[in-house]
């Protein structure tokens, strides 16, 4: 089963001067274990269709099925319960709450499912020290570097081992160092964990780092094919 | 879920802005304080009435009274026959007061209460204790000495008095001295009043208050008195009634302690309505601060959505966070609330004293963990009702908000712009409706307590709701008339009016703190200059009778003294330089309370004088002052004159007839014209004194008006009054001038309570605006270093911030101004006046508006120091950094 | 009430009693024993007089103070019924209670009515009936002690002769007789569960009286001394001091006759609230 399905997907947005289509029927299925970067000029929608697939938005129309399951007429609680379980979201600015450390941002979406922290803290701990991050466990965003408080991003994102990971722009806010070892993190988590992952970037490199290679433009599928070698090796202490 | 919100979002999120929690907290709080302290004085004041009413009553399950005059002491033996009655004790009450001759509170006048009690049958009807031995050593020696008198023992080392010491006592014929030959332990009786009580016996207080043959009240013990023994006491009263007719009460204790409430409830829900005023305030506080917070974090929030929390969830969070608050708040409040109370509770009681004319002294304020629970509940309620409309708001933020840059959307409490556009209409409806509610009620019947908790809140939601388009129909024009000016000052002034037009919300979330804080000073402004001018200009005209009052000590203004006997009056006559002519007369007055359908009225019993007086001391309404005394002095026919708040009570008109209940029954008087007097908020009656001697067998004098002879200067006039009157009857004699003064001091004090609320109301305006002002400064950093960049350099950037402030703190005086006027004039004309009872005239406190409007600006400054010094501080780089 | 009871009795065995102390005493030797209230119906005689006029000290004595004097007229004289009593008290000095006059009607079925005359207000005012087991114008005295006790209205038990107490009755025996309130009207207007009596052997005058309060707390001892015969022809003895102690408080008050004159004629109208009202 593909776990992701994106079907004549369009969405308009209404202008003063008459509505505008940024997306004009977008399709396209993922299966478990691709790494599809999406690429695409500024005003391509990439990011537009990103938000739709995460339920973050509504497409004017078509479909999107996660694991077989269309979201399109999800309720508000149940698309909730979908992003909190089935998808995991990494944002290009993080997104952490500030005023939780790195082991409980980690651990929010079992803190957001009622878990206590205490049932949490061990797979907190555990993709924290995956990511190479755990000894900065009960430091705040505030105390963390770019690079670090997107790998705490990332541990979030695994937490509840969703099927299907998002990525808008990841390594956008990040130096080009950083952002290699953050695009290598996700790599590892495709490959040892065998989760999709969907990332929007506007650079090149970082969309090199994928399996397979989605271009938008002008709101269109322009071109959808296998990237053949992959970019990066991780660094002896993530291997 | 809810725990784990709690526990990592709500409490952290707290104290991660410690600054704003807490200056939220503290404006809830001083609302809350004010609240809790006035409620606790309230219930203290009247809890501590009953307590006395209960002491005075003793065994006795009803008491015969017929209001200050008193009645005969025949009345007794026709009691005593009722079946059922086993006991009858006679009593005369007097307030007397005592003038503190020595030590640091020398001159210090107190009220004093005397029970005139038959000391052979009292212990069947109450109990007075002493530490060892008994109250009274040798009755013999007391009984048979009028000068005798017991004190209690709380009182006497309050003034440093011991047993067989000498005390000056106002008398009806004059100052007298009394020999103490007792002190009595806090038991019974002795514990009434705060123990300003003293007792003589009834003969000895019937020949010293002018009372002979007279009781003021009749204290009945029935037969097998038990609790709760309704029908006997039922029966009893019911045949004492119908033996003595009309113009005499027969009551339980308990309804004498309504009369109270009665008569302070009008005062006392002036003192809640304004306290709830400033709850409300905090509310808006409240609502403020986590719009302002949820601003802040929207990015946040969107991400929680985004990751999976429902909007069910997040709206929790936001009250969970206001919960742990307003809990804090509710706290912190009682405890400031029991300060305040202690604070205030002297000076309301003796307002309230001052009101009624009863001895009222709070001896124990309860202020329990009872008043703090509920403290704590209202401070809860109170904020988590506030951040309903906002965390509403917050619920609705999108997931995809997560991918906004913070401070890109920049909506306060009115939100999206649809909503900007609805709610100043409904803001205007609100107001409007108070309007229309004023021209329909009626004054005469009591406000509903629903209506009268919803007003204050319909107009400060209103007058908040309404702001946007004081903001929007004042900035538009200013920036219309700048248009064509140039100049980079101009420029700067400019950009700064047009970031508040460009951001309504954040620019109302600014201008709402001051706005209500100011707006509860006006009003408060506005209460107690037009109370003051209205009953100023009554009572300079009331008693520019002459150049001078004559009474016997005690707070002569309020008329709370101790009556003389009229044959004083040959003695001021027999003074040289006393004006006896009849364009001059003396004015005699007896003041007095009665009952008039179950209400305390005040009878003001004057001496006939002849028409060449003119009168003045009567402000008629509907006649001249001539006409009107003119008829109120006919031999004819019995007349009255009565007061406009009566008049509109009672529905009466001058024409139709005024019964009253006297001691010799009822009688029907003529109303001869209708006055203003705002003696008490019952009303006020106007009789000729022949008629209270007549039917109340009443011949004691209140206080003589009167003038010196054209050529004397009426201050030698006094000084001789008070080197003879004064030394031999212990005679006051004041200067009208003086006795201006000394009302202007009682109203002030009256509304002593209103200055703790001013500053309530203008410390929540000050602290919220300055919790406004922060976050707002710190969201827009990223606006500045893209400003600085640009090439705006640092003063032109702190000029911009300072007319900012500037301009949000006069729009915050100009809506308080219009709409605390419109709120006020609308709150003196209808709730002021049911409050209290009187027609007050609506006064425009032009001086206090100066002073709101300097305040105003001079808060918006201080408020803006900080931001300023950051704007000004702040390097472009890490501006532009700022997410 | 008990009181028709007690008036159908009384007359019968006083009379008898009377008789038998005659005898007795005539006979100047104990031909029988008396029992209690034999006892306490000859001492009832002994000070039986029907009428007198006297002028009187009364000494209060408060702990720690000075001691206070006053001093008052008395007439006393006994109703057709030979049973009770009226007085009138008349005070001469100090000058803060002169003129003052209390009048005292004792009455048989009903409670004792006792008015109170303040001349500095000219009027009488009534002590009601719950005042009267309290003290008698401030003294140690009670009303109810001041009032004459009926034979009738206690029970008696005891009689056995001891030395009486007190120097003043050295060398005489005394009776020693408990007298107990007859019924619980009798105890709440006197205030006393029980009195111990001495009582002279001689000429059946009280020596001494222990009171007990109603938890039977010892609180007041009467003491009788300077016995005199005022009636040679009927037999007649007073006490002209009699002292109360309150054994609480420590104080006192001593009632002493200056001058006594016995049946010399008291009219009718001394008893009267015109009389009462008088100042002189």
Not at chain 2, 564 to 570: D, K, T
Not at chain 3, 143 to 150: E, V
Not at chain 3, 196 to 203: A, G, I, L, P, T
């Amino acid at each position: 089963m593909n776990i992701l399905k994106v079907q004549d997907i369009r969405r308009s947005f209404p202008q003063p001067s008459g509505a505008v289509e940024i997306l004009k029927g977008i399709s396209f299925e993922a299966s478990k274990g691709e790494f599809i970067s999406m690429m695409g000029p500024s005003g391509s929608g990439k990011s537009t269709l990103l938000q739709i697939i995460g339920g973050l938005d509504q497409a004017t129309k078509g479909s999107v099925q996660v694991e077989g399951q269309a979201i399109q007429s999800l309720s508000d609680q149940a698309l909730s319960l979908l992003r909190r379980r089935r998808l995991g979201y990494i944002f290009q600015f993080f997104n952490l709450v500030p005023t939780l450390s790195a082991l409980e941002n980690a651990a929010l979406p079992a803190l957001l499912d009622g878990k206590s922290l205490a049932s949490a803290k061990p797979r907190a701990m555990e993709l924290l020290q995956w990511l190479g991050v755990d000894h900065r466990a009960h430091n705040r965003p505030a105390q963390l570097s770019g690079g670090e408080m997107q790998r705490v991003a990332i541990a979030r994102a695994l937490f509840l081992d969703p099927p299907l990971i998002l990525a808008d722009e990841p390594t956008g806010n990040l130096d080009s160092k950083t952002g290699e070892t953050v695009l290598m993190l996700l790599q590892k988590a495709v490959r040892e964990r065998g989760h999709t992952l969907l990332m929007v970037t506007h650079d090149a490199k970082a969309a090199s780092y994928g399996t397979r290679m989605i271009r938008l433009e002008d709101g269109l599928l322009h071109s959808d094919f296998p990237i053949s070698t992959p970019h990066g090796t991780l660094p002896g202490n993530l291997q | 879920m809810i725990l784990n919100l709690f526990r990592f979002f709500a409490v952290r999120n707290l104290m991660s802005s410690p600054v704003r929690t807490l200056l939220t907290l503290l404006g809830v709080a001083l609302g809350i304080a004010l609240f809790s302290g006035v409620s606790a004085i309230n219930a203290s004041t009247l809890s501590s009435f009953k307590e006395s009413v209960d002491a005075v009553a003793g065994k006795s399950s009803l008491t015969v009274s017929a209001g200050d005059a008193g009645f005969s002491e025949q009345v007794e033996e026709k009691l005593k026959k009722i079946p059922g009655v086993r006991t009858t004790a006679p009593m005369i009450e007097s307030k007397a007061y005592y003038r503190q001759k020595d030590g640091p509170e020398a001159g210090k006048t107190s009220l004093i209460t005397v029970f005139g009690i038959d000391l052979l049958k009292e212990q069947s009807v109450r109990t007075y204790q002493t530490e060892g031995g008994e109250v009274i050593e040798d009755p013999l020696e007391f009984l048979n000495q009028p000068d005798s008198i017991i004190l209690t023992k709380e009182f006497a080392k309050l003034h440093d008095l011991k047993v067989n010491d000498a005390i000056e006592l106002a008398s009806a014929a004059g100052s007298r001295t009394f020999v103490v030959r007792g002190l009595l332990s806090p038991t019974g009786p002795a514990k009434a009043y705060g123990g300003a009580v003293a007792i003589m016996d009834i003969d000895g207080a019937r020949v010293n208050f002018g009372k002979e043959g007279k009781v003021d009240r009749i204290d009945l013990v029935l037969q097998d008195s038990a609790p709760g023994q309704p029908e006997v006491k039922a029966q009893v009263a019911a045949r004492a009634r119908e033996i003595l007719g009309e113009g005499y009460q027969v009551e339980a204790p308990e309804t004498q302690s309504d009369h109270l409430q009665h008569m302070v409830g009008a005062f006392q829900g002036m003192l809640s309505f304004l306290s709830a005023l400033a709850l409300m305030i905090g509310m808006v506080l409240v609502a403020n601060s986590v719009s302002v917070a949820i601003t802040e974090r929207r990015q946040e929030i969107g991400t929680l959505r985004a990751l999976g929390a429902t909007r069910a969830k997040i709206f929790f969070l936001i009250l969970g966070e206001t919960l742990v608050m307003g809990s804090a708040a509710g706290l912190l409040g009682a405890l400031l609330g029991n300060s305040v109370a202690h604070a205030l509770v002297g000076q309301v009681s003796q307002s309230l004293a001052s009101q009624s004319g009863m001895p009222i002294q709070v001896r124990e304020l309860h202020y329990s963990l009872r008043e703090i629970l509920h403290a704590m509940l209202l401070g809860t309620s109170v904020s988590v009702a506030a951040a309903f409309w906002p965390a509403r708001k917050a619920m609705n933020i999108p997931p995809m908000a997560a991918l906004k840059a913070r401070g890109a959307d920049l909506s306060g409490i009115i939100g999206e712009s649809q909503w900007m556009k609805v709610i100043p209409w409904l803001g205007a409806a609100m107001l409007v409706y108070l309007f229309v509610n004023k021209l329909t009620l009626n004054l005469s019947e009591p406000m509903s307590p629903a209506l009268q908790a919803l007003q204050p809140a319909l107009g400060v939601i209103g007058s908040a709701m309404v702001a946007p388009w004081v903001i929007h129909y004042t900035l538009t024009p200013l920036l219309h008339l700048l248009k064509n000016s140039h100049g980079s000052n101009i420029l700067v002034l400019r950009m700064a009016l047009e970031n508040l037009l460009r951001a309504p919300s954040r620019t109302l979330s600014n201008v709402l703190s001051l706005l209500v804080g100011l707006m509860l000073v006006i009003i408060v402004s506005v209460i107690n200059i037009s109370f003051k001018n209205s009953v100023s200009a009554w009572t300079t005209k009331a008693i520019s009778v002459g150049d001078m009052a004559l009474s016997s000590n005690g707070r002569v203004v309020a008329f709370q003294v101790q009556p003389l006997h009229e044959s004083v009056l040959e003695l001021i006559k027999k003074t040289p330089g006393v004006d006896l002519s009849n364009k001059r007369p003396i004015v005699v007055m007896r003041y007095m309370k009665v009952n008039y359908q179950g209400d305390p009225l005040v009878i003001k019993a004057l001496d006939p004088t002849s028409d060449e007086s003119g009168y003045p001391y009567i402000d008629a309404l509907d006649r001249t002052a001539l006409e009107a005394g003119h008829e109120l002095f006919s031999d004819a026919h019995d007349s009255v004159l009565i007061s406009e708040n009566l008049a509109k009570r009672y529905h009466k008109k001058t024409g139709e007839v005024l019964e009253l209940d006297t001691p010799t029954g009822r009688h029907p008087f003529a109303i001869a014209a209708t006055i203003r007097d705002f003696a008490s908020p019952n009303g006020v009656i106007y009789l000729n004194r022949n008629a209270l001697k007549k039917y109340w067998k009443d011949n004691l004098v209140t206080i003589f008006f009167l003038a010196a002879k054209p050529g004397v200067n009426p201050v030698d006039l006094q000084n001789t009054f008070n080197s003879t009157l004064g030394k031999t009857h212990g005679i006051v004699t004041i200067l009208n001038t003086e006795l201006v003064g000394d009302l202007i001091n009682v109203i002030d004090q009256s509304f002593s309570f209103n200055k703790a609320v001013q500053l309530a109301a203008l410390l929540v305006g000050l602290i919220g605006l300055l919790n406004t002002m922060l976050v707002s400064i710190f969201e827009r950093t990223r606006e500045f270093g893209m400003l600085r960049a640009v090439g705006m350099d640092r003063r032109q950037l702190s000029k911009m911030v300072l007319w900012e402030c500037l301009a949000q703190g006069s729009l915050g005086v100009l809506a308080a101004v219009v709409l605390g006027t419109y709120l006020s004039w609308l709150w003196v004309t209808v709730n002021l006046a049911q409050a209290l009872g009187w027609v007050i005239h609506f006064s425009f406190p032009t001086s206090s508006i100066l002073q709101v409007f300097f305040t105003g600006v001079g808060v918006a400054l201080i408020a803006g120091i900080l931001p300023v010094l950051r704007a000004s501080q702040l390097t472009i780089r890490k501006a532009l950094e700022h997410e | 009430m008990n009181e028709t009871s007690s008036v159908k009795t009384k007359s019968t065995p006083h009379f008898a009693a009377a008789t038998l102390a005659i005898l007795a005493a005539a006979s100047g030797a104990w031909a029988t024993e008396l029992t209690p209230k034999e006892v306490m119906s000859r001492s009832e005689s002994s000070r039986k007089v029907s009428e007198i006029t006297a002028t009187c000290k009364l000494t209060q004595t408060t702990k720690g103070k000075d001691a206070k004097l006053k001093s008052f007229q008395w007439w006393r004289k006994i109703a057709d019924n030979s049973l009770d009593y009226r007085t009138l008290v008349r005070f001469t000095q100090p000058a803060a209670v002169k003129g003052e006059g209390i009048l005292i009607v004792e009455k048989d079925k009903a409670e004792n009515e006792v008015l109170l005359y303040l001349p500095a207000f000219k009027k009488i005012r009534r002590v009601e009936n719950q005042q009267q087991t309290g003290k008698f114008m401030g003294s140690e005295f009670s009303y109810s002690d001041i009032a004459t006790p009926h034979l009738d209205d206690y029970t008696y038990s005891g009689g056995k002769q001891e030395p009486c107490p007190g120097k003043t009755h050295s060398g005489v025996a005394c009776y020693l007789i408990e007298a107990k309130p007859a019924s619980p009207k009798i105890q709440e207007r006197t205030g006393y569960q029980r009195t111990m009596n001495w009582v002279r052997s001689d000429n059946f005058m009280v020596a001494q009286v222990e009171y007990f309060d109603l938890e039977n707390s010892l609180i007041k001892r009467l003491e009788a001394s300077d016995i005199r015969k005022v009636d040679e022809a009927h037999s007649k003895w007073m006490a002209y001091r009699t002292e109360m102690h309150q054994l609480k408080t420590g104080n006192s008050s001593l009632i002493e006759f200056v001058t006594a004159k016995v049946n010399g004629g008291v009219p009718e109208s001394t008893f009267t609230q015109q009389n009462l009202s008088r100042s002189e």
